[in-house]
């Protein structure tokens, strides 16, 4: 099934925030995945655009730091900041 959302993992660090987030969207019923390989984030992008993930989000250092994630839509391009708390409810807004 194609995911709603890919989570893209920065570093290997922040993958462990990554997973977390996944099982919160998936608990809320979202289609969630994120990258497990270790591929570099532009790999986990041109993944997320090949198995047709309809919003991608890249969490990162920072990300994790300020607790907030930009959120984009793979059709338009756009963005938007939403704090990772809040992803879940915000992706069931859009699915």
């Not at 987030?21 to 995945?33: E, I, M, N, Q, T």
Request: with cysteine; net charge positive; aromatic share 6%.
């Amino acid at each position: 099934p194609t995911p709603d959302i890919f989570v893209v993992p920065q570093s290997a660090e922040t993958s462990a925030a990554c997973r977390k987030l996944v099982a919160a969207l998936r608990a809320a019923g979202v289609k969630a995945d994120t990258d497990l390989t270790g591929r570099s984030v532009k790999a986990q992008f041109k993944y997320a655009d090949k198995i047709g993930a309809k919003y991608v989000t890249v969490i990162g250092g920072s990300e994790v730091e300020s607790k907030t994630a930009r959120v984009k839509c793979m059709a338009d391009g756009t963005e938007s900041a939403v704090a990772l708390d809040t992803i879940p409810q915000f992706m069931t807004e859009r699915i």
